[in-house]
């Protein structure tokens, strides 16, 4: 129960706790062994109650019972007789909640019972007892789902159910479960249009004005805040998901190497075409990036029109570190036939996505804003050259000037072209943006300046009001709100260390779309990188700047030669969706294992990558590690990869999470020196045998 502190135990209480684990232990092998014999009198039965009222949380008291109740009443057809049975048991679940009110088994059992529609359920009684057991404990969330699962049973009118939600939150401004409920309410009420909830604006803003009084009655308490924070996504979000970015962009032209003469190298032009390193191996990734999670993209809504023989195979996958179906960002792969790759003409491919009610948002929320774009695969007589190139012929260093050469001007291309900006946009961003404005206005003059919820909450409405200029190229105040939301991610740091990473990757978030909203500051950080006699690679250099966190990737799509090397990265997530990319470098970072690596296996034109100087195998007991499938999941698929490592008397225990990241990337050049595990005995031979392709590992050829 909340706000009650524990007791210290008395020298008698232990004697106490002897009898009623021994009663226990007894009451449990009889009722156990009643159900497995399903005896099912009246005699057993209250055995079970007995020991439910011991402890509610005996499942297999409760699964005894559900079985006996069935039984019992199989040849009964005497209503009274049933309703009797009914009630019995629901006093049941009244004894086993008195002794534990959060008891999981006992609301379960309850809301079985009713499913069940034995009897007419009597409301005046269920609804009684709720209320009963919220004024006990009013954020008892057991009590509330149960509530909520009462009132769709019975036919409540979710308005009335929005009512009692006000009367618990002025009875308590701490209940976190009516604020709670009550925005799964409003949520149906908006979606549904219900009549008194038409219009989304005037909602909002009653409800900003009523959490408000709130947070300004007790700052310190935590409930307002998350009403507060779930009232500003809902305002400052998008209603329906929208294309953001793509790869190819519009009107793109792709090109594997377009050989032109100089005098003294023949270097590469790209004034015209994109170099695509993943035409060597003849596919084209096409990547579509949303503005927030959706499911649901197939062939039949994803239309491909193309001069290339698309075959009925092809499948949308997300690229997500997530099995949950929904992802930001989905790819496709379009593979080229020997064929179409020695024509000299030029492949034009057409996407096309029409409104379509599949592709969904968690919100339940579908894509209803048509985008088509078109790009071409320009083809040469230089293109069998080319697919000799060996861009690996030395190892590629990350000091520009060894082994490349700049090409003067950046050819990265815009990442704006597929942004959506329509009127609806707009109008909903006005009174998004008012809203917003009067928000930070008045958390400016909250009276207690060192509270940390309200320099949280300040920071999160001046990036909300950031992102609505963003759409609207503001970019001076847009640059102004962001530096704001800067110093305040600083002064929690230092007010609140406890969270300490988690305002320093929101920092970094803001700091990465500061660097990345406008291609005058994003070619601040671009070169065009051309080794001699190869392709020319977008280059961004994002190193040094204490990033502990990766975003905006969406705006970086095109970048082939990425260097974040001297943050403090634990993770590469999101770099998934750069399927551009070919060189990596995440050297003096601290990524712990290789698990945190897991997002590039997702990348097919990934061949360098340096990792070198982390702390992958440092930390003897790393949680990390579980974060993807192990040997021992039935989700692993490359188990000849184990058997493979297995032969040469590798340990599996050991380096099980480096043999299933080697396995699924392909790389060319590794640099891995200055991590512990790079100095374990047969760490080397996982890297080589897994990594058929690897040329250079920590600069010494392997072949």
Request: aromatic share 10%.
């Amino acid at each position: 129960m909340h706000g009650q502190p524990r007791q210290p135990k008395k020298p008698e209480d232990s004697a106490v706790a002897a009898a009623k684990a021994a009663k226990l232990r007894e009451l449990q092998t009889q009722v156990l062994h009643n159900h497995h014999t399903a005896t099912y009198t009246e005699e057993v039965l209250g055995l079970s109650f007995k020991l439910l009222e011991i402890n509610p949380e005996a499942y297999m008291a409760w699964n005894y019972r559900k079985l006996a109740l069935q039984h019992n009443l199989k040849d009964l057809s005497d209503l009274e007789a049933i309703k009797s049975s009914v009630d019995n048991e629901l006093r049941v679940v009244e004894a086993a909640l008195r002794a534990n009110p959060k008891s999981y088994g006992a609301w379960y059992h309850r809301k079985w019972l009713l499913n069940q529609k034995l009897t007419p359920v009597d409301s005046k009684r269920e609804f009684g007892l709720l209320d009963k057991l919220l004024k006990v404990d009013a954020r008892n969330f057991h009590g509330w789902n149960y509530r909520r699962f009462l009132a769709k049973f019975t036919g409540v009118p979710e308005e009335d159910e929005l009512k009692y939600t006000m009367v618990k939150i002025c009875d308590n401004f701490s209940n976190y479960s009516a604020w709670h409920n009550r925005s799964i309410l409003l949520s149906n009420l908006l979606i549904q249009q219900n009549k008194g909830f038409e219009s989304k604006q005037e909602i909002f803003k009653e409800e900003f004005d009523l959490v408000t009084q709130a947070l300004f009655t007790d700052p310190s308490d935590q409930s307002g805040w998350f009403y507060h924070l779930w009232l500003l996504a809902q305002t400052s979000s998008p209603e329906k998901p929208q294309l953001i970015a793509s790869w190819p962009c519009n009107d793109a032209k792709l090109s594997l190497f377009q050989i032109r003469k100089n005098d003294d190298l023949n270097m590469v032009s790209s004034s015209s075409s994109i170099c695509c390193y993943s035409l060597k191996d003849r596919i084209i990734p096409i990547v579509l990036y949303f503005d927030e999670p959706v499911k649901g993209l197939n062939p039949s809504n994803v239309k491909l029109n193309s001069d290339l023989v698309i075959g009925k195979d092809i499948q949308w996958r997300p690229l997500s570190v997530t099995d949950s179906g929904y992802s930001n960002c989905w790819v496709t792969y379009l593979e080229i036939t020997d064929k179409e790759c020695s024509s000299s003409q030029q492949l034009s491919v057409e996407v096309c996505i029409p409104c379509s009610d599949d592709i969904v948002s968690r919100s339940g929320s579908n894509c209803n804003c048509p985008v088509h774009f078109t790009f071409t695969i320009e083809q040469s007589n230089n293109d069998d050259k080319a697919h000799d190139i060996d861009l690996f012929h030395e190892p590629i260093s990350w000091s520009c000037s060894e082994s490349f050469q700049s090409d003067g001007n950046p050819s990265c291309v815009a990442f704006d072209q597929l942004n959506i900006t329509n009127t609806v946009v707009q109008e909903n961003s006005k009174w998004h943006l008012e809203g917003l404005s009067d928000q930070i206005d008045l958390f400016r003059e909250l009276p207690d300046e060192n509270s940390k919820f309200a320099k949280l909450t300040l920071a999160r409405l001046l990036l909300a009001c950031a992102a609505i200029k963003s759409r609207g190229n503001s970019l001076i105040e847009r640059k102004g709100y962001c530096e704001e939301a800067l110093g305040l991610f600083s002064d929690l740091i230092n007010l609140d260390p406890s969270h300490k990473r988690y305002y320093e990757d929101e920092r970094s978030l803001v700091l990465m779309d500061q660097l990345t909203c406008s291609m005058e500051t994003f070619t601040k950080y671009c070169s065009v990188q051309v080794k001699w006699n190869s392709a020319p690679l977008n280059h961004v250099q994002l190193c040094r700047l204490s990033l502990t966190r990766i975003g905006f990737t969406e705006r970086m799509l095109c970048v082939q030669m990425l260097d974040l090397s001297h943050n403090s990265l634990r993770s590469v997530e999101g770099l998934e969706a750069l399927q551009q990319l070919v060189c990596l470098n995440m050297s003096n970072n601290q990524m712990s294992s290789f698990t945190s690596l897991e997002p590039l296996s997702k990348i097919i034109s990934l061949k360098a990558l340096d990792v070198s100087f982390n702390q992958i195998g440092a930390h003897p007991i790393d949680t990390t590690r579980y974060i993807c499938p192990s040997p021992f999941s039935h989700k692993v698929q490359p188990r000849e990869a184990f058997e493979e490592c297995r032969k040469k008397n590798v340990d599996m225990e050991e380096f099980w999470d480096a043999i299933l990241f080697f396995k699924s990337v392909k790389l060319v050049q590794l640099d891995i020196k200055g991590n512990a595990v790079a100095d374990k005995d047969n760490f080397r031979t996982v890297v080589t045998a897994l990594s058929p392709s690897l040329k250079w590992l920590d600069g010494t050829c392997v072949h």
